[in-house]
């Protein structure tokens, strides 16, 4: 696959999706399944079993076949994410798939509850980073090494934030979590030049997210901003961005790695 | 202090330094000392106890009374850290100082023998970020709980890398740890509108880390920059950076948490 040339996942395409339980990951799940061709498989990841059975309905079709697994990423081990993934493969072999791609979704806010300059909780940190930053690099891992044999097929997209590039003040946590994430992926697109790799930061939408910071932050500043967010109705619905990134993706002409947001020109 | 404003640290200055048994800390921790007024501490940390000395020793004026401790900044609690550096002021009250700063010096380059795509070791990745970005953030909480009552005199200084804004091949580690932190100074620096805080990006520098760069990587692009930087004489002493550094500082003009390289115009 030639860098900055489109993306085609028209035909039997593998896809894996974390944080598919819910909000910008179902409707990215089910803007996908739309697209690919016959005989793919999805898989989707998250913690709550029912409510991605409730995603996987959405992506039914007579093209995909839907596979889900209740996961706790912020504990799951490396070889425990291997074999997540090699079970929804159920035996057929990884160069049957003339795509594959991983959309890295999973994420969480942070401690909103305390200021900046407060921050001291070690152990707090680690865990937030091991969901946001360290196991998304271990399932990316997993998929590089299973899709090895059809490297230059695949395709990766880490759900990004403006916060990434951009402090947001009352959001350490978040703001420093995705910029490590973003910058372990735009490393690996360094290395990895056959692997398209893609950041998509995909704006303010309209998820539980919202609500979760209205209800924990102390900082002025960032209750303003999800406070005009929510009332002027600028907020996105998942559905909307979740198309841009799909138009983007099968676009396909960002550089390796870029970090495209909701907002940029097509 | 006003934002963009020059920063004088004649007067009486309190001064802490991670990392300042070698290289560009204990540079920075000599050109420093050059500059304070009458009855200024400085406080040196890192692990080398003897090294430690060394840089004491070169730091040691009449203006100056400097203090060094033993302290892995890998496994030293908050409380350990709060404790250093109150011990360090000798019962004097924080508003006898006319400025205290912080330079966050410390800092390791990560595991250079494993190729990015094969990045799947989660507590290996907790240890790095434990040194390089979480206890860097709990001393740096300490050090604002300590000087509260000053916080208008207080400057952060994050020695960072151009490997923050800009991914190094063979270099995820390093990349995403230092985007982690720098952003961390930038959220904190959004909130703190009192407190003047940089990013200083020393460019490269002549130290050990040079060698532990060739001696370990996997990465032939990597090997191949850093045996360019070598063999074409381009680094940089310490002191060089060490005094462009103070220079930045002094002047004042970057705005908050703004990433300052050594290359970056005066």
Known sequence: MAMSSSI???GTTYCVLSGASQGIGRAIAVEVAKLLGPKSVILLLARNKDQ???TAALCESDNVSVVYESIDLS???PRQMHDVIVRSLKGRSVSDFAASIIFHNVGSLGNLSIDTAQMENVPELREYYDLNVFNVIALN???LKIFDEIEDRLVIVNITSLC???PMSGMAYYCSGKAAREMYFKVLAEEKKHVRVLNYSPG??????IDYVLAEAVNENLREVFTSFK???TLLKPEVTAQKCVRVLQAGKFSPAEHVDYFDDE
Not at 204 to 209: L, R
């Open 8 to 10: 085609d996942l028209s």
């Open 52 to 54: 991605l059975a409730i």
């Open 75 to 77: 504990k799951a081990s």
């Open 141 to 143: 891992t997993q998929f």
């Open 164 to 166: 990434a590039i951009k």
């Open 204 to 209: 303010p939408v309209e998820t539980a997210m």
């Open 231 to 233: 009332n002027q109705g």
